[in-house]
């Protein structure tokens, strides 16, 4: 599949890889912080962004997505950035072709199942994509009380677009997410890697758990985690300028 790639910046190549309902313009914060020292190069993600729609979803299949990006950009090997969703796909892609991953910063999210987050979400989605809504504000209306904050909200509006013919439509492909969950909530699986991973944990999220630990060094036994003081499960876009400083430093060995 051939995924949407914008670049910025010279220097060793750096892929961005967003979250779930997310783009390559939710990241732009880190890639304004690095572009002066990376090559900087973000994704969208299959079903996601200007990326192409498919009925499948899954770690691998996304894992492989990036693997053909990185060929067609003539990438032997890259850094790789990536949060909540995209943090699984990174994890993936260093299990599944470590020799592909040079350093990997996985932002608030462990390689482990998790529940049902979305659930009121995706009933949120699925109303209005299934409403006469037309205008962003007629999105958000028929959104609004399936989501309680408003910062969610926002972004979630982000993938609204006005479609052809007047009637709007999101920009995600919404049928794939919503038959595939149970494969987005899924840990990640396959032999041990030795890429160095720096995990970032927002302080106020419970993505990254103690428990979470043995896990993760099983996976990954070069793995260090840091926590972003301060902040939630958005600790990119909420401190910018000190997520992309511990990944500059992560990445140039001097954490």
């Not at 989605?125 to 910062?151: H, Q």
């Not at 985690?225 to 060995?253: C, M, Q, Y």
Request: hydrophobic letters at 40%; proline letters at 4%; aromatic letters at 6%.
């Amino acid at each position: 599949m051939e995924l949407f790639t914008r670049e910025r910046g010279e220097g060793e190549p750096l892929l961005l890889l967003h979250g779930l309902f997310g783009s390559a313009d939710n990241l732009g914060g880190i890639a304004r912080n690095l572009e002066a020292d990376y090559r900087v190069i973000s994704l969208d993600l299959r079903n996601h962004g200007r990326s192409p729609h498919t009925d499948t979803m899954s770690y691998p299949l996304m894992a492989a997505d990036v693997v053909e990006a990185m060929d067609k950009l003539g990438l032997e090997c890259a850094h790789v950035f990536g949060h909540s969703m995209g943090g699984k796909t990174a994890m993936q892609l260093a299990l599944d072709a470590p020799e592909r991953v040079d350093h990997m910063v996985v932002a608030d999210i462990a390689p482990v199942q998790y529940g049902h987050h979305h659930s009121r979400i995706l009933e949120g989605l699925r109303a209005v994509a299934d409403s006469e809504a037309v205008s962003r504000a007629d999105a958000e209306d028929i959104l609004a009380p399936y989501v309680e904050e408003g910062d969610v909200l926002s972004f979630l509006l982000t993938n609204w677009r006005r479609g052809d013919g007047g009637k709007g439509a999101w920009r995600i492909g919404l049928d794939a997410i919503e038959s595939c969950y149970a494969n987005i909530i899924k840990g990640n699986e396959g032999e041990p890697s030795d890429v160095p991973v720096l995990f970032l944990k927002g302080g106020n999220s419970d993505y990254i758990l103690p428990k979470h630990r043995e896990t993760i060094l099983a996976l990954f036994p070069k793995a260090e985690v840091r926590i972003v003081e301060g902040t939630g499960h958005w600790l990119h876009a909420e401190k910018p300028d000190l997520v992309a400083r511990l990944t500059a430093r992560f990445l140039s060995n001097n954490l």
